[in-house]
């Protein structure tokens, strides 16, 4: 079974400040998707990251895959309240069905 | 365009009843999938489909059914509810590997 385990699990910070959320398995992904979910909504699409090595930016989001496909991570630059959230990688599997990682869960306070 | 849409918001089941959950996507996408999401957890699959008439079981299938008889429609069954079904229950469905989510079911079951 592939598993994707995402830290950390909470966080908590000032408006503000930086951070980095991890995603990371023992397994190889054809490619690794990063979610954000707010309350009482579904999972939206933040970014697809295909390559290994590959970098994507999204305003203050940088998502990396890395360079074996195997893990990936999701820095922000100063972070905003509204980018208060889960925050959920998922791995696309050999049968182009995803795996979901177990989620960070993102509290920026003002 | 609606996206995706799921019936109803919030059900509150007696242990041993069954209920149908409701999705229906506007997108003519033919991949769609049920996961479930426990408090503070990722999603795991239950089933999928891609494409009418074709279904196949995900990671966690025991206790459900499914059933794909138009593009637009994939309803989820639970024949007899148990209390370890209470969770919440997104639909999605997807082209090119992107995931759209519906708003999600709230289901208690006591």
């Known amino acids: 079974t592939q598993l994707l385990e995402q830290s950390p699990q909470f966080l908590s910070i000032q408006e503000g400040e930086n951070l980095t959320v991890y995603c990371n398995s023992s397994?190889?992904?054809?490619?690794l998707q990063w979610y954000r979910q707010e309350p009482g909504e579904g999972p939206v699409l933040l970014v697809t990251?295909?390559?290994?090595?590959e970098v994507k930016k999204l305003k203050r989001l940088t998502f990396q895959f890395g360079d074996a496909r195997k893990d990936s991570s999701l820095h922000i630059t100063a972070a905003q309240p509204g980018d208060t959230g889960l925050y959920l990688c998922?791995?696309?599997?050999?049968?182009?069905?995803?795996?979901f990682g177990t989620g960070t869960r993102l509290q920026v306070f003002p | 365009n609606a996206g995706v849409t799921q019936t109803p918001k919030f059900r509150i089941l007696k242990i041993g009843q069954s209920m149908t959950l409701q999705c229906t996507q506007d997108?003519?996408?033919?991949?769609m999938y049920w996961y479930r999401q426990d408090p503070g957890m990722g999603l795991k699959l239950i089933y999928y489909?891609?494409?009418?008439?074709?279904?196949d079981k995900g990671e966690v299938p025991n206790g459900y059914n499914v059933s794909r008889s138009t593009t637009e429609d994939f309803p989820l069954r639970l024949e007899l509810a148990a209390p370890s079904q209470t969770s919440v229950y997104f639909c999605?469905?997807?082209?090119?590997?992107?995931?759209?989510f519906g708003p999600g079911t709230r289901l208690l079951v006591l």
């Open positions: 999605a469905s997807s082209t090119s590997g992107t995931q759209y």
């Open positions: 397994s190889v992904f054809s490619s």
């Open positions: 990251v295909v390559t290994g090595g």
């Open positions: 998922a791995g696309e599997d050999n049968t182009d069905k995803l795996i």
């Open positions: 997108m003519n996408h033919n991949y």
């Open positions: 489909s891609v494409g009418a008439g074709i279904t």
